[in-house]
Nanobody
Framework: QVQLVESGGGLVQPGGSLTLSCNAS????????MNWYRQSPGKEREWVAR????????YYQDSVKGRFTVSRDNHKNMTYLQMNNLKPEDTAVYYC??????????WGQGTQVIVSS
């Protein structure tokens, strides 16, 4: 059974930090690119960051560049999103996504991040 389980969300003040984790199981994790998406109330889900299968390449949405860092551990089937200098506009439900050409994609259930004073 394929599962992606996010954790680490919560309430944080502006300027603070959080690290989200995504625990993957039930598929060949190392063969999938891993993405983070987010969805704010009233908005469409948007892509935030991606890491390549081996972890050597990372890509970011412009609004999070320099503040967010995506990483993965293929031995533990984990991917992470380190978020620094958080802003109120980062408030959203964050989703972990696994994608591979010809193999489809999987989604987690999401974890809520609220940035507020």
């Amino acid at each position: 059974q394929v599962q992606l389980v996010e954790s680490g969300g919560g309430l944080v003040q502006p300027g603070g930090s959080l690290t989200l984790s995504c625990n993957a199981s039930g598929f060949a994790f190392a063969t999938y690119r891993m993405n983070w998406y987010r969805q704010s109330p009233g908005k469409e889900r948007e892509w935030v960051a991606r890491i390549s299968r081996g972890g050597g390449n990372q890509y970011y949405q412009d609004s999070v560049k320099g503040r967010f860092t995506v990483s993965r551990d293929n031995h533990k089937n984990m991917t992470y999103l380190q978020m620094n200098n958080l802003k109120p506009e980062d408030t959203a439900v964050y989703y972990c996504n696994a994608a591979a050409p010809m193999a489809g994609e999987y989604w987690g259930q999401g974890t809520q991040v609220i940035v507020s004073s």
